[in-house]
């Protein structure tokens, strides 16, 4: 009888704890594969994050390629400065290092334009422009060309402004030069410390006078325009007026000139180098007209520094200092000692030896 009873209690408790074990175990199992399952999800999901990210690396490269090639700097630039935003963080600052070079670049290739088109200006001022000039124009027009297709190229698509055909800058306009000269002209003064060394100019030109004027009959160019400029060698009748000796053709610009052979008169080279300028044959009424041939002669650079040119306003209240230096350096701080051949011009009117409407 004990043992009858005892065999169902433990009977019991087994099968109670069998049937709460049972569920439990169940439950775990399931838990077990929920959480297989969701760390399969998981693994899942981070391989499509993964395989995404790589065609979107793969896609960007591709358009990469395809924009790179574009001429345009700027659509580069556009470019590389939303995926230097979008990338993967590797991969940012190599986005952010190319698009500081191509900045950099840019800024270069601006700079470039400036310098260029303050060159070419310079070289169209001349109304009739040696073969030499005309040589070197069209190289830098098909430069800037280039340079304006790098920077400023515009497709369909593109919000980018497709430059206009250079145009010459105010400061270099033949129109707004002489009308300037006229005014400065007016107001330039003497500078009465150095009368004497204008007097000593004025004296050389007028001395020559003679020799100018028949320059003046073969030319038209008038007789003290071109003792203005024969003091650029001072006043030596014995080389060009590019400075090189009479006893050879000239080696420095212009080159190889005049024809024919060596030696050669101080008159014939002159002509020569006259009708290479394009001055043969000029009307040459107008105070602005004579200078701004003569500033053209002598270079129109100072403009590009927005100062006065010594070659011009040297010995007038109108220039203190600027000068390009021996290594064709502009210092704003550096005088030029030489008196200009405005400064010449005007002692020339105020002494009734030159008259100008």
């Not at 300028?277 to 927005?306: A, C, K, M, P």
Request: one cysteine or more; proline letters at 4%; charged letters at 25%.
């Amino acid at each position: 009888m004990r043992l009858g009873f005892w065999q169902a209690i433990w009977g019991t408790l087994i099968s109670g704890g069998v049937a709460v074990a049972i569920p439990a175990a169940v439950d775990a199992y399931k838990a077990r594969l929920d959480l297989r399952k969701a760390e399969q999800e998981v693994a899942l999901k981070q391989k499509e994050i993964e395989s995404k990210a790589q065609d979107l690396h793969q896609t960007y490269i591709s358009k990469f390629i395809d924009t790179a090639l574009n001429q345009d700097i700027e659509l580069r630039l556009r470019f590389s400065e939303y995926f230097s935003y979008v990338s993967d963080k590797d991969s940012r600052e190599q986005w952010r290092l190319y698009h500081d070079g191509l900045e950099k670049r840019r800024d270069a290739i601006r700079q470039s334009i400036n310098d260029k088109e303050m060159d070419a200006a310079h070289l169209g001022a001349h109304a009739r422009p040696s073969e030499a000039d005309q040589i070197k124009l069209a190289a830098l027009r098909r430069e800037l060309d280039w340079n304006y297709a790098e920077v400023g190229y515009a497709r369909q698509d593109s919000n980018i402004t497709v430059p206009s055909q250079p145009t010459v800058a105010p400061r270099f306009d033949r129109k707004a030069i002489q009308s300037e000269a006229e005014q400065l002209f007016d107001q330039a003064t003497l500078d009465p410390q150095r009368l004497s060394d204008l007097d000593k100019f004025v004296g050389r030109i007028q001395a020559n006078k003679e020799r100018y004027q028949s320059i003046e009959t073969r030319t038209s160019v008038p007789w003290y325009v071109v003792g203005l400029i024969h003091a650029d060698t001072n006043f030596d009748f014995s080389r060009h007026l590019n400075g090189d000796p009479l006893s050879a053709k000239t080696v420095n610009v212009p080159k190889g000139r005049p024809s024919g052979d060596p030696p050669f008169s101080w008159e014939d080279s002159t002509i020569d180098y006259l009708t290479l300028l394009g001055w043969q044959g000029l009307d040459w009424s107008g105070i602005g007209t004579v200078l701004y041939r003569l500033e053209s002669f002598n270079g129109l650079g100072y403009r590009n520094h927005n100062a006065r040119s010594p070659y011009v306003w040297g010995c007038t209240n109108l220039y203190v200092s600027g000068k390009f230096g021996r290594d064709a350096t502009f210092d704003p701080n550096l005088k030029d000692m030489r008196c200009g051949v405005g400064a010449a011009l005007k002692m020339l009117m105020q002494r009734k030896i030159v008259e100008l409407p």
